[in-house]
């Protein structure tokens, strides 16, 4: 089997499963990971014929995200692109106050991707070329109501990407940040509130794996929303409380 080998955490549903099935039809050997192996075995048998490899990983296991490195480097070769897509969502408020959610969500939403970069980055260094490409959201834009947890850990990814690129330049390794909005996932589907501008998810993968062959820095999906947040994102605190107040009110 030839063709560039990516790697691609939280491939199970949503985002990461709809972008393993986009590059493997545009000729990538892709590895698929997230807890459920049955689910990424289930898309492998979608893929194109032996074009996905399932290889189950919980990604808040340092030990364990690093040997599933090693073992797909071995069985597959060495990784040309890693997509750090795993990620969850727990609302959170002031009302019911919960420091094991924050807990939850900065295990899998910031040191998963912190261990999956650890088990990636010393190949893409020995070898002066590679691709990082972090899914962030533009939740980590300003904060935003019932997301004083997933907001902090996307704005973390935010800065984390953005200061690795630096590195990762001198090393020849392509450095890419995701900002999606609204896109229709299992994760989404629990939102109680309608989202604006809400993408399907074979569009958004369609839309990041075409970002993911430019030179962009960051990649947003759907235009206009990330467009809008940005704009928004970018208002002094006297004008941002009342105008997010007032577009987010039930
Ligand atoms: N959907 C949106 O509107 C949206 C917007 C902005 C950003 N995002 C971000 O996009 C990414 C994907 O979200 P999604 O909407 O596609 O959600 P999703 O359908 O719930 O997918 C999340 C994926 O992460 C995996 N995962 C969760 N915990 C894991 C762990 N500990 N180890 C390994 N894999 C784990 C899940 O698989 P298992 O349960 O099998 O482990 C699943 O494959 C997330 O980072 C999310 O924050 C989504």
Request: one cysteine or more; a neutral charge; aromatic letters at 8%.
């Amino acid at each position: 089997m030839s063709g560039p080998v990516a790697w691609i955490t939280g491939a199970s549903s949503g985002i990461g499963r709809a972008v393993a099935l986009e590059m493997a039809r545009n000729g990538w050997r892709v590895v698929a990971s997230a807890r459920r192996q049955d689910a990424l075995d289930t898309l492998a048998d979608e893929g194109p014929e032996g074009r996905i490899t399932g290889m189950a990983v919980d990604v808040t296991d340092l030990e364990a995200t690093r040997a599933a490195v090693e073992r797909i480097e071995a069985e597959t070769g060495p990784l040309d692109c890693a997509v750090l897509a795993a990620g969850t969502h727990i609302p959170t408020s002031a009302d019911d106050f919960r420091p094991e959610d924050f807990r939850t969500l900065l295990d899998v939403n910031v040191m998963g991707v912190v261990h999956a970069t650890a088990a990636v980055v010393p190949g893409f260094k020995a070898r002066r070329a590679g691709h990082l490409v972090v899914v962030a959201s533009v939740a980590g834009y300003r904060g935003l109501p019932s997301a004083a947890a997933y907001g902090a850990t996307k704005a973390a990814l935010i800065n984390y990407t953005e200061a690795l690129k630096f590195d990762l330049d001198a090393w020849g390794v392509k450095t890419q940040l995701v900002c999606p909005g609204f896109v229709r996932t299992p994760l989404t589907d629990r939102n109680p509130f309608p989202m604006p501008f809400l993408m399907e998810v074979e569009d958004a993968a369609r839309a990041m794996v075409r970002g993911m062959t430019g030179d962009g820095f960051e990649i947003t999906f759907p235009k206009r929303f990330t467009m809008l947040v940005r704009l928004v994102s970018r208002l002094p605190y006297a004008l941002y409380f009342p105008l997010v107040r007032r577009g987010t009110k039930p």
